[in-house]
């Protein structure tokens, strides 16, 4: 969180103060520092040296047009699991033929309009969706490529709701099946192969079970080699962690160059695809204290953001850092939970935050970048918030706040 630090007892982003972004912007919102958003790219992108590559930013972290535009602009490729995620890397400048399709259920309407647009890839799941791949190829008259993402059963130590990489998991092509399914595809008119991925879970903060998935997919790759079936890259997911807390993430430069080791004898070019790894620790979310409702067993602070707005304490019970916009501190301090106004018990952004709170303080929700706002929805009849991307001293709103009346655009009374 580098981008975010206290002059004088005031938080910032950049050169400008969160406060005078909300009086302008108003609460809650997203803020993401751009300098931070390049930082991290660069940091996946040079520690390849001259070794050929591709960083495909995973789209479902962060979705908005301008964050994409940014990272499209230092040549970052993309990992997409929809066509509505193809076409926001395509409205924000990037190109389809640096991004991979990943998704256990891809539509044949989203395969076709994929291979109309000129997609780098699929990332094959399932083995159906090969033969619906190879079908819909033949009918326009192209010629598919195609990676398997192969699910190499190691446990990414992660949690469970983010772990992808068990055999138990719905995740890719069991790596036992995988060598059949590849010499399916090689019989197939409209399939060309190109690569082989896999993606075995979100926030890990240890290299190991990244290495041990590198080792299941490279013997694959030798058995492929031995039947003629030959690869241009290999593709290891995204999933590196960053610090919430007192996490020990690994540097990208630390995690490249352990796999850059092992692949030193070989020349496939290398896909990554991060998501959380670089937009994570880019953004925060603020929101103001609207109550305080201390009471005999519990003291609640009561936000103005909710579950809607960031849903991952709900969801995973993550922890994110709380910290004031202003420390100067004039509070009440206790031990509060901080709580939405959302309909819910489940509805929090922290508990038991040692912080000296007034009505109508601010609060900013630290490592809020990836998994916020693209996870954000309108329950409750909450308009989502507004975005603002920060750069030294110049701001940018990003995305407008929703309007109550866009609420219910396109709904219809029954007649
Ligand atoms: C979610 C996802 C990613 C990105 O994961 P992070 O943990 O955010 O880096 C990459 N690839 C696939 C296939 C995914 O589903």
Redesign the pocket.
Known sequence: MDAFTYQANKLYVENIAVETLVERYGSPCYIYSKTALMQRFQAFDQAFGARPHLICY?V??NSNLALLNVLAQLGSGF?I?SLGELKRVLAAGGQANKTVF?GVGKRADEIRSALELGIKCF?VEVSAELDRINHIAGELGVIAPVSF?VNPDVDAKTHPYIS?GLKENKFGIEIHQALLEYQRAAAMPNIKIVGIDC?IG??LTDIAPFLAALEKLLALVEQLSAVGIDLEHIDL????GICYNQEQAPEPAEYIQALLSRLANSNYTVLL?????IVGNAGILVTRVEYLKPTEHKNFAIVDAAMNDLIRPSLYSAWQNIIPVDKTGAGDERVWDIVGPVCETGDFLGKNRTLALKPGDLLAICSAG?YGFSMSSQYNSRPRVAEIMVQDDKVQLIRARETIEQLWLGEQLMV
């Open positions: 995973a479902k972290a990992d699991v990943s990332n993402r992808t993606h979100s926030q997911g995204g999933g590196l695809e991060p998501g959380r790894a990836a």
